[in-house]
């Protein structure tokens, strides 16, 4: 599966959904009701890192699938929405096999 450009979309699409949902629903409350900075920090940074390995994957995969303008877009916009990517797995990648 990480061997084609869809198949490295799809896993870091997970990761990077993943990582933004526990971002948002573990690390901030985690930071502002229990005063622990550092989860926000720690898992933050690894978002942040796969949020641009995301990017990356979306225009690989717009190169070699020649995919069009519009759903390089619309997938570049849901990595800013909780549970995005895996809609664009859901709608744009299982249409592409």
Do not use: C
Not at 18 to 39: E, G, H, N, Q, R
Not at 65 to 89: C, H, N, Q, Y
């Amino acid at each position: 599966m990480f061997t084609t450009a869809i198949g490295r979309l799809r896993i870091i699409g997970i990761l990077e959904g993943t990582s933004f949902l526990v971002l948002l629903l573990i690390a901030m409350p985690l930071k502002y009701w229990a005063d622990l900075p550092i989860a926000v920090t720690i898992v933050g940074a690894l978002h942040g890192l796969l949020f641009v390995l995301y990017l990356l994957a979306v225009l690989n995969v717009w190169i070699v699938e020649r995919w069009s303008f519009l759903k390089v877009l619309l997938a570049g916009l849901a990595s800013v929405l909780p549970f995005g990517p895996f809609i664009v797995d859901k709608k744009l990648l299982q249409n592409s096999k």
